[in-house]
Antibody, heavy 121, light 110 residues
Framework: EVQVVESGGGLVQPGGSLRLSCAAS????????MHWVRQVPGKGLEWVAG????????GYGDSVKGRFTISRDNAKNSLYLQMNSLRAEDTAFYYC??????????????WGQGTLVTVSS | QSVLTQPPSASGTPGQRVTISCSGS????????VNWYQQLPGTAPKLLIH???QRPSGVPDRVSGSRSGTSASLAISGLQSEDEADYYC???????????FGGGTKLTVL
């Protein structure tokens, strides 16, 4: 059974940093691209970042470019999101999502349950 | 403001057919396939339709998708109470070089 489980969310002050992790199981992790997608509670979905199977391609949404970094460790079946210079508007549930392709595109075929990041003083 | 435009709400009675539209531009829907996601209350989104009209295994055939020009639509026939959810369209955007979403449509089964 395919599973992706996020962790690392919590309360952080504006300007602070946080690192999210996503543990994958039930599929050959190193073959597939992965994504982070976020959702402000009660609002819509926003793509945050994507990474290809071998980390050769990475992309970011305009609102996080230059502040967030997506990475992966295929040996550990894990995906990460390093978030720096956090702002109140980054408060959201962050979902880890698998792509059925080796390069990131717009299909997210499996999602985790999300981890909540709250940016507040 | 979402790149793709969806109606904020839709509704129907049990057994009815409802459609949800998704409007974009030449840089997204006009040149790339569309995917649809269902989000039941309090849960993570789930892939409902990919490549504009393909259903993942487990999605019933009363759910269908289509794409024409710079628009796409999701149709659900034989509406059931368990279809009550938020629905999002998404597509790759060649200009933004990333996936973009619609603002979501809340489907209510009356």
């Amino acid at each position: 059974e395919v599973q992706v489980v996020e962790s690392g969310g919590g309360l952080v002050q504006p300007g602070g940093s946080l690192r999210l992790s996503c543990a994958a199981s039930g599929f050959t992790f190193h073959v597939y691209a992965m994504h982070w997608v976020r959702q402000v509670p009660g609002k819509g979905l926003e793509w945050v970042a994507g990474i290809s199977w071998n980390s050769g391609s990475r992309g970011y949404g305009d609102s996080v470019k230059g502040r967030f970094t997506i990475s992966r460790d295929n040996a550990k079946n894990s995906l990460y999101l390093q978030m720096n210079s956090l702002r109140a508007e980054d408060t959201a549930f962050y979902y880890c999502a698998k792509d059925p392709s080796s390069d990131y595109y717009s299909v997210f075929d499996y999602w985790g349950q999300g981890t909540l990041v709250t940016v507040s003083s | 403001q979402s790149v793709l435009t969806q109606p904020p709400s839709a509704s129907g009675t049990p057994g009815q057919r409802v459609t949800i539209s998704c409007s974009g531009s030449s840089s997204n829907i006009g040149s790339n396939t569309v995917n649809w996601y269902q989000q039941l209350p309090g849960t993570a989104p789930k892939l409902l339709i990919h490549t504009s009209n393909q259903r993942p295994s487990g999605v019933p055939d009363r759910v269908s998708g289509s794409r024409s020009g710079t628009s796409a639509s999701l149709a659900i026939s034989g509406l059931q109470s368990e279809d009550e959810a938020d629905y999002y369209c998404a597509a790759w955007d060649d200009s933004l070089k990333g996936p973009v979403f619609g603002g979501g449509t809340k489907l209510t089964v009356l």
